[in-house]
């Protein structure tokens, strides 16, 4: 699905943002929230293009450091596949990609992966990571993860999210929601205990007065196909709720009811999952670990050591496929994270 991003540097929510993790177990995991505005991711573009950073004195010296360095990409969808082929060779040249599997061993063994050691993941898993991302990736030969919404899968339902900006736009109305300011509907819902974002949701689908289209997702046999293609299929929740938001039991239910589907579609228990919105959750992290669970993926926008010291707390880069070149190599590098956090700190 497109991603139309249009948050500026300045309101980027680095912290204290309405998605915030209840309560983080590490000090500095921040989360940028997934959907910020429509639905996209929101590291992609910032107001100010970010270009020019390409030209920074320090970029060869943030490269270097990079170098040393695990960088996990966290995509969306693929909107424009020639665009993300052209991102895959210029990993091929600047990078190692390597699978999640590599990274699981890495963690087993306690080897680093190799310096310049790229893994690419995708998030929410809708249908143009099989259509776009796939046919780009199979081509180069390069392996990926995608994190799915196990109760999406063999559905025509759209993502929540999508749905409750449609239904705002259509006359739906909830009580806890103030529909009139369309950029704070997503930050609102997000913000709201998860009965509450459930009931809301609700109100506006009775009160909208047009139902939002139907998207086609991804089908179990899909997830099977992914797999064949090397784009290994991890857990990303039943329902994708915001976990800080809800109750303990809610918690265990959305990574177990995912579980267990993909261990039905796929044969194998997932080993892998990615915290919905990016927020870090310590009571998801036992559950994770119960089940099981060797890897976990944040949404903070860092880079992270090639061996994770927290294999449930790895970092990601969050990108899209319409990255502009300039920008994708300073967000590799870690400069163009970097210079978005001091100009958060800045603005605090
Ligand atoms: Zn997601």
């Known amino acids: 699905m497109p991603h139309t991003e249009t948050t500026t540097v300045r309101s980027l929510p680095t912290a204290g943002t309405a998605a915030r993790p209840a309560a983080p177990a590490r000090p500095g995991v921040r989360t940028l929230p997934e959907h910020s505005v429509g639905d996209g991711g929101a590291g992609a573009h910032p107001a100010d293009g970010g270009d020019w950073l390409r030209f920074a004195p320090v970029q060869p010296l943030f490269r270097a450091m990079a170098a040393q360095r695990l960088a996990v990409l966290a995509y969306h969808g693929v909107t424009d596949p020639r665009s993300f082929g052209a991102q895959l060779d210029r990993l091929r040249r ?3 990609p390597v699978s999640l599997e590599a990274v699981q061993r890495a963690v087993a063994e306690r080897r680093p992966l190799p310096p310049r050691s790229v893994l690419i993941t995708f998030d929410d898993a809708d249908r143009s990571v099989l259509t ?3 046919p780009e990736l199979t081509r180069r030969g390069i392996p990926a993860a995608a994190f799915v919404i196990s109760e ?5 339902r759209p993502f929540w999210w999508h749905e409750a900006a449609f239904l705002a736009r259509h006359g739906g109305r909830a009580r806890s929601l103030c529909t009139d300011q369309p950029s704070q509907l997503l930050p609102r819902l997000k913000s709201l205990p998860d009965p509450d974002r459930r009931r809301s949701l609700q ?3 009775v009160s909208a007065d047009r139902r939002p289209p139907r998207q086609e997702q991804l ?3 899909d997830l099977l196909a992914l797999r064949d293609g090397r784009v290994s299929i991890g857990n990303h929740t039943q329902g994708h709720p915001c976990l800080g938001r809800c109750d303990t039991a809610t918690v265990r239910a959305e990574i177990t009811g995912a579980h267990h589907a993909l261990t039905r579609w796929l044969g194998e228990p997932p080993t892998a999952f990615a915290y919905p919105d990016g927020g870090h959750d310590p009571r998801a992290e036992a559950v994770l670990d119960e089940l099981g669970y060797r890897l976990g993926f944040l949404s903070d926008h860092r880079l992270g050591p090639r061996l994770p010291g927290h294999p449930l707390q790895i970092s990601r880069l969050q990108v899209d496929s319409a990255t502009s070149a300039r920008r994708f190599d300073t967000i590799l590098s870690g400069l163009e994270p ?3 956090r001091w100009r958060g700190q800045s603005v605090a």
């Open 94 to 96: 600047l990078a190692v």
């Open 132 to 134: 776009h991302a796939l």
């Open 152 to 156: 999406l899968i063999g559905t025509d």
């Open 203 to 205: 109100e506006l689908r």
């Open 219 to 221: 089908a179990p046999a």
């Open 338 to 340: 970097a210079y978005r």
